[in-house]
């Protein structure tokens, strides 16, 4: 009998950004209180169909783009009076409100179970604040990616 395939979990992903000055010295830091991290990848294909293809199509990737969806909630530490918003949510929201290069932040996902991800340059382009009055701020800021996406292994 064949071994049956164990599924993954997808609440062991986490998200953290370079809050740091460069790359060559990254400071990364969780972003927290999200609740919905949904990469995508999806490939600009080219129909480079021949009178060699005997009748089938042929096509070729000609460029890959990615993005990544992250939404949860609003947070903050300390108390109540003196709160410190999450720095990862922070750096995201500062870095969203502004345009061109400017918007860019370098981030990493990982999953916690294998240390396997994924990490790149992205776009912040988180959409604002507040809410219904019976429910928690969202927190929702979908990332662009700006070049190319890498496979790494996290090393604790």
């Known amino acids: ?3 049956p395939i164990k599924k993954r979990l997808s609440r062991k992903w986490v998200l953290e950004v370079n809050t740091g000055p460069d790359l060559i010295t990254p400071t990364w830091t969780q972003v927290k209180g999200l609740n919905k991290l949904e990469l995508a990848i999806d490939p600009n294909e080219v129909d480079v169909s021949d009178f060699d293809s005997d009748g089938w199509d042929d096509k ?3 460029f890959r783009s990615w993005n990544l969806g992250a939404e949860g909630f609003d947070g903050y530490t300390g108390p109540d009076n003196a709160q410190v918003d999450d720095p990862g949510q ?3 929201k500062t870095k969203g409100l502004l345009t061109g290069p400017e918007a860019y932040v370098d981030i990493r996902i990982r999953r916690t179970d294998n240390n396997k991800g994924y990490s ?3 776009t912040s382009n988180y959409k604002g604040a507040g809410g219904e009055v019976k429910g928690a701020e969202p927190f929702n800021c979908p990332l662009s ?4 996406l890498t496979a ?3 090393t604790p």
């Open 90 to 92: 922070a750096h995201l």
């Open 120 to 122: 790149g340059r992205a």
């Open 60 to 62: 070729l990737t000609t």
């Open 152 to 154: 790494f292994t996290y």
């Open 1 to 3: 009998m064949p071994t």
């Open 145 to 148: 990616g700006s070049g190319p």
